[in-house]
């Protein structure tokens, strides 16, 4: 198991102020030496990525077109708010309905649940609030004592840690937490395992990964025999990553390697991790159209209950038909990498931004959304 070193430009002395993470000359050279690589090998591969942010650079800046036919680079599941089953939006409309002050991160506020949206309640009325933080969902209920304020928190290690640590900090009595928190490395096993998948390699999330540590995805390479490789989020980043993964594929092993040293190390931020084990414990869920995965839901432990949403009250289950669209979405396969938004009859005509009828389609991270914004394999 290797650490890798930043891509650098010649220009310079070569020193980190010298990185060029947008050198088109630096990228053909990672190009061409990838198509190389995928000569030698001489047989399809797919490489799985875990991020959201991944896929936009992707698609953003082209880089697909850069990559020989024979190498696939999907998407699986990581966009949080796209996971986020529909029982759990459900949950925090109920909230909302019933008076409680519901405030989310942006992205899901339109999220559809069952029968509706937290924009719904709140166009119908109901007490809906935007936050860009754990911590501005604490100050909410600071400066409204009279009010219950619930943070539906939702995201992966990332944002779990801001999570634990408002709750570790003692907030106010009318604070309390729906956690849809989800972890990642279980639903990496599923796809894994999938009879329909095919994936040869993952490009781990760099964000996920300052805190977590590269060290995490260990036991999985171990047990998978699959090339694990962290990779961060500019173009070459993303290149590199790749033309890594291709060198473990070549030699035909699995291994583990980190090309985010910048950002990244084995042990992750340690004070974040002990936060986020303290605070939450894990338990099975069900991740959106994809399956009931065991340990992948952060719930709040039992010392942590006086701030618990579903601890502390009542949440009736939404009563009601869904959208009848709903049933022809496919953002579960999309998230599980066995289907392209191109694939689903609705992308671009029933299902845009502005009419999303799945999550994929909401999210600054789903794929839907960033192929509608960008395309995602561009024919250039």
Known sequence: MTTSEPVASDAGDGGAADLQFRDPEVADELADDIAAQMERIDEPVEIMHVCGSHEQVIAKFGLRSMLPDALSVTMGPGCPVCVTNMPEVDEAVALAEAGKTVATYGDMFRVPGTVKSLADAKAEGASVEVVYSASEAVELAETNPDEDVVFFATGFETTAAPTAAVLQADPPENFSVLSAHKYVPPAMEVVAEMPETDVDA??????????????????????????????GFEPLDVLYGVRRILEFIEAGEGGLDNAYPRC??????????????????????????????????????????????????????????????????????IMAGTASPEGCELFGEECTPSNPVGACMVSDEGTCKIWHEYGGEPDL
């Open 264 to 333: 990244v190390s084995r042990e992750g931020n340690e004070a974040a991790m002990a936060a986020i084990d303290d605070v939450f414990t894990l338990t099975s869920g069900e991740w959106r159209g994809i399956a009931e995965i065991p340990d992948a839901n952060f719930v709040l432990r039992e010392a942590y209950a006086d701030h618990s949403a579903r601890a502390q009250f009542d949440i009736d289950a939404v009563d009601g038909a869904g959208d009848p669209l709903t049933e022809q979405c496919i953002c579960g396969d």
């Open 202 to 231: 993952f490009l781990a999330a760099g964000h996920a990964a300052t805190i977590t540590g590269y060290g995490l995805f260990e036991e999985f390479v171990d047990e998978y025999d699959l090339p694990v490789v962290v990779g």
